[in-house]
């Protein structure tokens, strides 16, 4: 990745943002320029819509839950932040980061119980369980089947009874999965 | 194993026989001995043991009598624990580790040996190796290429007894199973350059070798994956046959390693892979009985043939004809595998870790050197050499005996205190929670979309790709249509949900009675209000899930729901042993015969307890009461004809005997007025039950005595005997266990018995206490029946000649106000054939 410093010097705020996250320039540049390409307005900021123009993700069956997940903050994404936000979930994660590979686990964290969690009460309940479930399912089970499956995960994942997923138990329910294994993605080549 | 005793002597046949049934007992003794299996893998005893029956056939016979022949391992045993292998490759962490596999498998073996061969071949020149070990490089080489594959056997054997981490796992066991297709290939090779010599080798030579590297891996691979094809249509269509199934399963795979043996194709990649792909499909496809059949079956046979293989190495130790013994070249062997095992397995995992997402930590590279087992495939494989050609065979048989033993043996045995020293990442042995599941497949969904923003092609997204075209297309065509509608984490939610309830019989007990619930994946559940058994929790909470696995065989939800419902019902009432009985074991055969047997049981069982009641206090009547009987038997059959006879003389001696019977203490069993009563009293009970009760009922219901309050008639059917029963009079005072006579009861006697129902009806009549008040309900029913409604045509009244019909409709029961219920159903089995005879009489 011969990354020429005259591109580099298209991102602002390079040496900083190198310095934060531990990406290489290459890194830098990679993502920047996947940023470029995503951003297809040259609005300077990603918005849903960016996303939703991708083919795979409109493929993706929970495709637009996931872009929700991302945009939660309600801000529009801007570049740095977009590194940023990588970086931000790795840490919440706990993953490694800082070797040459920059391996992320954006979803495994608050992303992925951002997934199902609508109201951003820091719960999930039932309803927006069945609601990721009938996004994933599709059409294959029935509604009933659909019911009696979140109201069994409900029920073995709900510590406290209060008939929902809080963030802690959705975390203990997943503790013994390799979620640095299953959750990781190697995005910077 | 009798082809393996390929001893002359008949008498020497029967010794070994004998050693083999006795190292058997003795291997299953050591699975279950503890303290032997935690400290010595089971591999290693069956070595032993092979050694100590070895050196008994051997002092006992002078010549050793058998040994593992190469023809048998490869087209039996080996193929046997690759198909198990195989088949129950976890598909998932196979594929997620493919490249690591594939590295380790390729690149590492050819490392292996090309080093081993080269290093052999300089220790031979620096004079490290006998003299009397006539071998030229290309000798050298081809013991390397055989001698330098990870073995699968060997792997299986010790690696399931350490637990080490599933990816670990995977990793090691992966690549024993893909190396075979560069072993073949290389031992081809070599084989055939030393056929022709190895001046006569030219450069396009090795070119070919290579290219038939590609084609004995991929064709291999895709004899396996066609296979694998095949083998789901197929059972997709055996849906009448269940039969079958496992033999088709077990057939297909193993046509596809013989099918690639028959082409000098990778046999045992073809068999991992044909296992692999079908996998999926062919347990969707089959029944819950076949896929436990093909289970254990390919476990048995696997754990079987993995016990003769070590045995007969054992066993072929012992044979002092067979090798040659040289100490350099011993060691040298042992000391250059080990090491080039563990610089190749250094080497690859530095250059995996620089693409691996987990890099692999040291603890793991050390576990995979010291992991890396040779075992019965090298030495098939060296005994296969033609000594002719190859000098200095006997020498590598001996080496590769000891190799094999070392790893085996001393590697297998230390290999767990290693890692449990190194602290190595154990498997943890636990279930997967709904939870994990469906998170699982929702993070598959995230990183695909990850990668998607990211702007990559990487491993998320080609599966995720792979799965749209599965799903798409393969499943559509190799998937039953009832399966391929149901989600995969449907299915498994049904998993957890009969495993939960499995566990809780087997630790609780008592399911139905157990008021407090809590399942073990479940996790501080202590109790759940209002749900009193599992097969009302599971009801409720799955529409389909019910305790007696009856969801897997794709029943339409309508009859699961039906049988639920009586299950539940039968759960806490008198006939439940049978009942259990019947829904565990009826489901298949006898689905049709399943209503008519549940109520023939009913009604046997209500005979029974009615002439227990009266059982006691009667003394005469034998006769009548055999000839009751029969004619109870005669009705009974006459039902099943449907005639429609039922003539109100009868109807109204009976309802006398009934009444009389109360009063009358001296009544014998009087199995058929026991009969008729009982049925009085439970007109309703089973709307669903066949048609013999049914008119049985009908039969009765105007005898209808003054009745005891008959119970409502619920709504479900299936429901009603429990309460009726309890409603009976008589019931409380069942003491004793019934006697057996009312088996009897519901054979049905020939035509022919009519006489002798003819002259019972009339005994009654005479008999009975109060004749008189039997005469006259005898014309107001037939009075009420009359007004009541329409009668059909063949309807006599009574006191006819023989052979008059009479059908009791529908108002006439509603205007018989001694059966104020109604009873739709009922009414079809009204239709009673009598004789008539006993109609004259009155």
């Not at chain 1, 005259?6 to 996947?34: V, Y």
Request: charged fraction near 20%; include cysteine.
């Amino acid at each position: 990745m011969g990354s020429s410093s005259s591109s580099r010097n298209k991102i602002p705020n390079a040496q900083e943002l190198m310095r934060q996250t531990g990406f290489s320039s290459a890194h830098l540049l990679r993502l920047h320029d996947r940023f470029e390409s995503l951003d297809r307005d040259n609005r300077g900021y990603l918005s849903p819509d960016d996303f939703e123009a991708l083919g795979g993700l409109a493929m993706n069956p929970i495709g637009g839950r996931i872009i929700e997940a991302f945009f939660s903050s309600g801000i529009p994404w801007t570049f740095p932040p977009l590194s940023g936000f990588w970086l931000i979930s790795v840490q919440l994660t706990e993953t490694e980061t800082k070797k040459e590979h920059s391996k992320s686990s954006p979803a495994a964290g608050p992303g992925s119980s951002n997934l199902y969690d609508l109201d951003r009460d820091g719960k999930i309940s039932r309803e927006e369980l069945l609601q990721v479930l009938r996004a994933m399912l599709g059409l294959q089970v029935t509604e009933e089947q659909l019911q009696s499956i979140a109201e069994r995960a409900i029920q073995e994942a709900d510590l406290d009874k209060d008939d929902a997923i809080s963030f802690d138990e959705f975390k203990k329910s997943l503790e013994k999965m390799d979620i640095d294994t299953k959750m990781s993605v190697s995005f910077l080549k | 194993m009798v082809e393996l005793c390929s001893s002359e002597e008949s008498d020497s046949d029967a010794v070994s026989l004998c050693f083999q049934s006795l190292f058997f007992v003795l291997a299953v003794l050591f699975h279950f001995s503890q303290r032997f299996t935690t400290v010595v893998p089971e591999s290693c005893m069956l070595i032993l043991l092979g050694l100590v029956l070895g050196g008994v056939v051997l002092i006992a016979n002078k010549k050793q009598l058998y040994q593992l022949e190469p023809s048998l391992f490869f087209l039996f045993l080996l193929p046997t624990i690759v198909g198990d292998a195989g088949y129950f490759m976890p598909a998932r962490l196979f594929f997620d580790n493919l490249g690591a596999i594939l590295t380790y498998a390729v690149v590492g073996t050819l490392w292996n040996a090309f080093c081993t061969g080269f290093s052999l071949y300089a220790a031979k020149l620096l004079g490290f190796i006998d003299e009397h070990v006539q071998a030229e490089m290309l000798d050298f080489l081809l013991f390397g290429a055989l001698i330098s594959a990870v073995d699968p056997v060997a792997v299986l054997a010790v690696f399931e007894e350490v637990h080490v981490n599933e990816t670990l796992f995977i990793i090691v066991f992966g690549e024993s199973l893909v190396n075979d297709a560069v072993t073949v290939v290389l031992y081809k090779v070599y084989i055939s350059f030393v056929e022709v010599g190895a001046e006569n080798v030219q450069t396009a030579d090795y070119f070919k070798g290579v290219a038939s590297f590609l084609i004995v891996s991929i064709g291999g691979t895709m004899v396996g994956l066609i296979f694998a094809v095949i083998l789901g249509f197929i059972t997709r269509f055996t849906k009448k046959v269940r039969i079958i199934e496992p033999l088709l399963v077990f057939l297909m795979v193993y046509l596809a390693y013989l099918t690639a043996e028959l082409f000098s194709l990778s046999a045992i990649l073809s068999m991992t892979f044909c296992g692999i792909g079908a996998n999926k499909y062919v347990e969707a496809n089959i029944s819950q009985k076949s896929r436990t059949t093909v289970k254990y079956t390919m476990k048995t046979l696997a754990s079987i043939a993995e016990t003769i293989i070590f045995i007969f190495l054992g066993i072929s130790a012992v044979d002092k004809s067979k090798w040659a013994w040289d100490t350099g070249l011993v060691s040298c062997t042992l000391v250059f595998i080990l090491i080039f095992r563990a610089v190749g397995v250094v080497g690859q995992t530095w250059v995996l870790n620089r693409f691996r997402l987990v890099p692999l930590e040291k603890i793991d590279q050390v576990v995979m050197s010291y992991g890396g087992l040779r075992g019965a495939v090298a030495f098939a494989l060296v005994v296969l050499l033609d000594g002719e050609q190859v000098k200095a065979k006997d020498y590598f048989v001996a080496t590769t005996i000891v190799v094999v033993f070392f790893t085996v043996m001393f590697q297998g045995l230390t290999i767990k205190p290693l890692v449990k020293w190194l602290k190595v990442p154990r498997a943890t042995n636990r279930k997967p929670t709904i939870n994990e599941e469906i998170h699982e497949r929702a993070f598959d969904h995230i990183l695909t979309a990850v990668e998607d923003i990211a702007g990559l092609q990487g491993y998320h997204h080609w599966r995720d790709k792979w799965e749209q075209f599965d799903k798409n297309y393969l499943s559509k065509l190799l998937l039953r249509k009832s399966v391929y509608r149901k989600s995969e984490l449907w299915e498994a939610y049904q998993k957890i949900n009969i495993r939960d309830a499995i566990s809780v019989i087997d630790q609780g007990g008592n399911v139905l009675t157990s008021a407090r619930l809590s399942l073990p994946s479940m996790a501080s559940r202590a109790s759940f209000p209002e749900v009193t058994n599992v097969t009302n929790y599971l009801r409720e909470n799955g529409s389909g899930v019910c305790l007696d696995l009856q969801v897997i065989d794709n029943i339409p939800g309508a009859k699961v729901e039906e049988d639920m419902e009586t299950h539940h019902v039968l759960a806490g009432n008198l006939y439940k042993p049978r009942r259990r009985y019947q829904s565990h074991y009826s489901r298949h055969f006898m689905p049709l015969g399943e209503q008519e047997r549940q109520d023939r049981e009913v009604f046997q069982r209500n005979m029974r307890s009615r002439m227990e009641t009266f059982k006691s206090t009667r003394y005469k009547r034998h006769k009548k009461e055999r000839s009751l009987k029969k004619v109870r038997r005669i009705s009974h059959r006459n039902k099943r004809d449907s005639l429609s006879l039922c003539s109100d003389p009868v109807v109204v001696p009976v309802e006398t005997e009934d009444k009389a019977e109360h009063s009358d203490p001296e009544k014998d069993e009087d199995v058929g007025i026991t009969f008729i009563a009982r049925k009085a009293e439970t007109p309703k009970q089973r709307p669903k039950s066949g048609k013999t009760s049914l008119s049985l009922e009908g039969c009765q219901i105007p005898l209808l005595p003054p009745p005891p309050p008959a119970p409502p008639s619920p709504p479900p059917a299936p429901s009603s005997p429990t309460s009726e029963d309890s409603h009976l009079p008589w019931k409380g005072s069942l003491g004793s266990p019934p006697p057996c006579v009312s088996l009897e009861a519901t054979k049905i006697i020939p035509v022919d018995l009519q006489q002798a129902w003819n002259q019972s009806i009339s005994s009654l009549e005479s008999i009975s206490s109060p004749p008189a008040p039997a005469e006259p309900i005898h014309p107001r029913v037939s009075a009420l029946s009359r007004l009541g409604g329409p009668r059909p045509a063949s309807y006599t009244p009574p006191g006819s000649a023989a052979g008059s019909t009479f059908s009791i409709g529908p108002q006439w029961q509603a205007n018989q106000h001694l059966s104020p219920e109604p009873r739709e159903v009922s009414l079809q089995g009204f239709l009673i054939h009598f004789k008539s005879g006993e109609a004259t009489k009155h």
